[in-house]
Structures are given as C-alpha cells and as structure tokens.
C-alpha cells in the first residue's frame, strides 16, 4: 500500500494534486485533496479529490467510469502540493480527451508507447549491479561477466529472429497471429532487458545509446 505522504493542507483544506500518466508522464489534469480524500486514496488505490464545486468528496471515475489507479504519491519539497502517479482508464477529461491539456476533439487514446516506464527497469537493473541481493536472476548475469551477457543478448536476438518469422507465417496463412504476436512481444521483452543488463555489466548508462539514436535521428 501507498504510504500517505506528509502534506501540508492551505487555509482551505485542500492541497494541490498534479495527476501524472505512469506510462509516459503525461499531466492529465490538476485538482485539490483534503484529508478525506488524500486517505480515500491511499485506503482504495483508486484517486480521490475534493469536489469544489460540490463540496464532498469526489472520487475520479465514479459516473464516467474513467477512473485512476493510484500508483504513487509523493510531496513536493516544501510539502505543498502531491504528484499523483496513475494508470488511467480511459480519457481523464470529462470531454472525453486524454488529458484536460489537450485540445477539444484530441483523441483519447495515448499516442506515446510507454517508453518512460523503462527507466524503472533501468533502476531495478542498476540498483542490482551495485547491491547485488542473492537469488537475483540479474545479478546471476552480472557477476558471470560480459561473456554471459552477451551470450544471452544472441540467444534472444535469435528467438526474436524466429518468433517474427512465425508470425510472417501465420500472417501468410490468414491464421490467427495472437499467439505468433505474443510470442514476438515476450521475446522482443527478453531481449530488451538482456541488452540493458550487458550496459549494466559494461558500466555504459543506456542514455550514450539515446543520444547516438538523436545524432542519427538528426542527419
């Protein structure tokens, strides 16, 4: 459970709430919290706000569906406002958007594939090559040595390799692809991973590999 956070409430009652998308950190909108519905929050995992308007507490969804899964909350440095991490359901904004930021008529549906999320593998990978806990499969390939972590970067380059051309088959043959997808997407993932371990082990920050992908992006 999300610890609550120490806030300091206005004159008013309410604290500021910046609702952040986990899966790219877009802003979906910004409303206010007192204490009931900070710990509504906390207590349900589903965001709480106080409706000003309506002067009660108001948790995001409860008509529209829409609502927010709370991922984590924490205070900002003088204790004066939250950011709200959340895994939204459906458009945030009453007019139907993704985020009360966007313009009327933008499509609800995100556009961005997620990529932020990656810099939380990337810390669970670098917080394993400096703590290196037992019984860790990451730390396992660390402590074998590049040797082993290459080898594990060809081998899921290959099973990549085969699960596409399963699915070039599939698509060929007018067949169902979920499976042929499934698998290409749970191989891509282990390849993905074994690559960010081998920069783990060379000491190389994955950010020398965003920016030679910038400069070539650039030509």
């Given at each position: 459970m999300t610890?609550?956070p120490?806030?300091t409430?206005?004159?008013?009652?309410?604290?500021?709430?910046?609702?952040?998308d986990?899966?790219?950190?877009?802003?979906?909108?910004?409303?206010?919290m007192?204490?009931?519905?900070l710990?509504?929050?906390?207590?349900?995992?589903?965001?709480?706000?106080h409706?000003?308007s309506?002067d009660?507490l108001?948790?995001k969804?409860?008509?529209?569906?829409?609502v927010?899964h709370l991922?984590?909350?924490?205070?900002?440095?003088?204790?004066d406002?939250?950011?709200v991490?959340?895994?939204p359901?459906?458009?945030?904004?009453?007019?139907g958007?993704?985020?009360c930021?966007d313009?009327?008529?933008?499509?609800?549906?995100?556009?961005?594939?997620g990529?932020?999320?990656?810099?939380?593998?990337w810390a669970t990978i670098?917080?394993?090559?400096?703590?290196?806990?037992?019984?860790?499969?990451t730390?396992?390939?660390?402590?074998?040595g590049?040797?082993?972590?290459?080898?594990?970067?060809?081998e899921?380059?290959t099973?990549?390799l085969l699960?596409?051309?399963?699915?070039?088959t599939?698509q060929?043959?007018?067949?169902?692809?979920?499976a042929t997808?499934?698998?290409?997407?749970?191989?891509?993932a282990?390849?993905?991973?074994?690559?960010?371990?081998l920069?783990?082990?060379?000491?190389?920050?994955?950010?020398?590999?965003?920016d030679?992908?910038?400069?070539?992006h650039?030509?």
């Open positions: 610890e609550t120490a806030v409430f206005g004159a008013d009652g309410l604290v500021t709430a910046v609702v952040q986990v899966h790219d950190g877009r802003v979906l909108m910004i409303a206010h007192d204490a009931e519905a710990a509504a929050t906390v207590e349900t995992g589903e965001v709480h706000f409706s000003r309506r009660r108001w948790r969804g409860e008509t529209s569906g829409n927010l991922v984590d909350l924490v205070e900002d440095c003088d204790g406002a939250l950011l991490t959340v895994d359901v459906g458009p945030t904004c009453h007019r958007t993704r985020s930021f313009a009327d008529g933008a499509a609800a549906e995100r556009t961005t594939q990529f932020a999320w990656l810099e939380e593998l670098e917080s394993r090559a400096t703590e290196r806990p037992a019984g860790s499969y730390t396992s390939l660390l402590e074998a590049v040797d082993a972590a290459s080898r594990k970067v060809t899921e380059a099973e990549v699960a596409a051309k399963d699915d070039a599939a060929a043959s007018a067949v169902d692809r979920s997808r499934a698998a290409l997407a749970g191989e891509a282990d390849l993905l991973y074994h690559a960010l371990v920069l783990a082990e060379r000491g190389l920050q994955p950010r020398a590999v965003l030679v992908l910038e400069t070539r650039h030509r």
